[in-house]
């Protein structure tokens, strides 16, 4: 067990479960509940759904593309936020008892749980009903039903699964990375596929981990699934998990590269350097014990955000800049 730290407890970032460094606040108004309910901080993780169009190649990116990937963003942020209110309503005698979550809107009185519960439904049919738009529209449907499913699962039980509860998490992600290739009919390849399953199972299982350190440090109970697992296990399966993610990656960008004649083929090799270098930054941000709340690292980690940059530059340069100049 790791030992205190008493800077730790009381100025630096953690996860979702306690907040030590953020004075929190109930909502002021009910707007305000409302708009705090839909967690819009977490709509950052929606960009996931550019994934598969932006690593698909300049003749898949097309201005209907772009419409389609807009699409999903919006469908999965509809979707998302359905499944944070019925979390929050589910959970609100738990939350009144915790240090920093009795100050969301439905633990704190400020939202109607039934209120929220309709939100949820209405979210729900708007996720669905605009996913139909999209090129692939029965597609993108399926994927947001699959996800809200799952999610719904997650919020009435099944996150209190140990194991279970790390695949619910990875698979939000996973989806939200084939969403975009989905709704624009692009076919997704399967080192994708792999680099999305892995990428995906990382984050979920850093989160734990990072979960973990913060209950052992402050003794807070953060979450049931937690007691659960050891600190090796999900040490383990963090490790493991950003090693195929690497090699997966690795594999995929020798093959785009052996594939493509000239100047392009070095970007994709090139675009390795800063993918591997962000997975090392993230890891340390997990081992530190700041991982439990992704979206929040990348909002506020400025060099994570350079690589990411970074990477987009490559992918760029290699499947639309240095293709065009070279025709």
């Known amino acids: ?109 400020m939202l109607p749980i039934k209120l929220a519960y309709a939100m949820a439904v209405a979210l729900i049919a708007a996720a669905v009903g605009i996913s139909l738009l999209a090129s692939d529209g029965v597609a993108l449907a399926t994927v947001i039903a699959i996800y809200i499913v799952l999610q719904l699962g997650y919020c009435f039980g099944w996150k209190h699964i140990p194991v279970i509860d790390i695949a619910l998490v990875s698979s939000g992600f996973m989806l939200r990375a084939m969403a975009g290739g989905v709704a624009a009919d692009i076919e997704l390849s399967q080192w994708f596929l792999l680099v999305a399953a892995f990428g995906s199972l990382f984050m979920a299982s850093g989160k734990r981990y990072a979960e973990m350190l913060l209950a052992q440090e402050t003794g807070a109970k953060i979450r049931k699934a937690l007691e659960g697992y050891t600190p090796t296990y999900l040490r383990f399966v963090w490790t493991l998990s950003a090693t195929a993610v690497v090699m997966s990656y690795a594999l995929w960008g020798f093959q785009l590269s052996s594939s493509v004649v000239g100047p392009a083929s070095v970007w994709y090799q090139i675009s390795m350097v800063p993918f591997v270098i962000a997975i090392l930054r993230y890891a340390a941000k997990v081992d530190g014990g700041h991982g439990g709340a992704p979206e929040e690292v990348a909002l506020e980690d400025r060099i994570l955000q350079v690589l990411a940059l970074l990477w987009i530059f490559c992918i760029v340069m290699a499947v639309y800049v240095v293709p065009l100049l070279t025709q």
Not at 3 to 10: A, I, Q, S
Not at 45 to 61: H, R
């Open 1 to 109: 067990m790791r030992k205190t730290h008493e800077p730790l407890l009381k100025s630096e970032p953690h996860t979702e479960g306690v907040d030590y460094s953020r004075k929190k606040t109930p909502p002021k108004n009910l707007p305000d509940a409302i708009l705090k309910g839909l967690r819009p901080k977490q709509w950052v993780k929606n960009v996931l759904v550019l994934a598969a169009p932006l690593a698909a190649g300049m003749d898949a990116f097309t201005s209907r593309t772009l419409l389609d990937v807009a699409l999903a963003f919006i469908v999965f942020c509809l979707g998302a936020s359905s499944i944070y209110l019925v979390n929050d309503a589910r959970d609100v005698e738990s939350d009144r008892e915790h240090p920093t979550k009795r100050y969301r809107p439905i633990a704190s009185g």
